[in-house]
């Protein structure tokens, strides 16, 4: 079952001057930046009401081409159980584009891709920061 969005994806040729285009725009930094904060790849930042992800994306590693104008974001669902929803994305006609990669050094960011029969790219993950938020909804 898609739960709620979890993060939404941005792509930048310039990951660094893409993170403080955003940090003037949003008024607060980044948060997490990978390999390094120096020369990112990656770079993360939480905002709103329930703390939403927003990630900036070396462009080299998109799946779709993005160097010819507007090309839009990936949006990723938060899902409990990323193997079954994959299977079930799949099933109903979905083409899979990437399957299950582990981000983030093993803590517990996991991500695949498929696109719809319409061209459109869905991302589904698990997603630890999305279950937190959850938790503390709930209490």
């Known amino acids: 079952m898609m739960r709620g969005f979890a993060t939404v ?3 930048a040729d310039d990951v660094k001057a893409a993170r403080e285009w955003y940090s003037k725009l949003l ?3 980044a ?10 790849a990656y770079v993360e930042f939480r905002f709103g009401d ?6 900036i994306v070396d462009a ?5 081409d993005v160097s010819h104008g507007p090309a839009g974001a990936i949006v990723h669902w938060h899902v409990d159980d990323l ?18 990669v582990e981000r983030g050094n093993n803590s517990g960011f996991r991500t695949a891709f498929v696109v719809d029969p319409f061209g459109n790219i869905i991302g589904i993950m698990n997603n630890p920061h999305y279950l937190e938020i959850l938790t503390e909804l709930k209490t």
């Open 27 to 29: 008024g607060i930094e």
């Open 50 to 55: 329930f703390q939403c992800e927003l990630g």
């Open 60 to 64: 080299k590693y998109a799946r779709h």
């Open 83 to 100: 193997e079954g929803e994959l299977e079930h994305l799949l099933a109903h006609g979905a083409t899979l584009l990437e399957g299950i």
């Open 9 to 11: 994806s941005f792509f």
């Open 31 to 40: 948060y997490y930046a990978v390999p390094s904060v120096e020369e990112p």
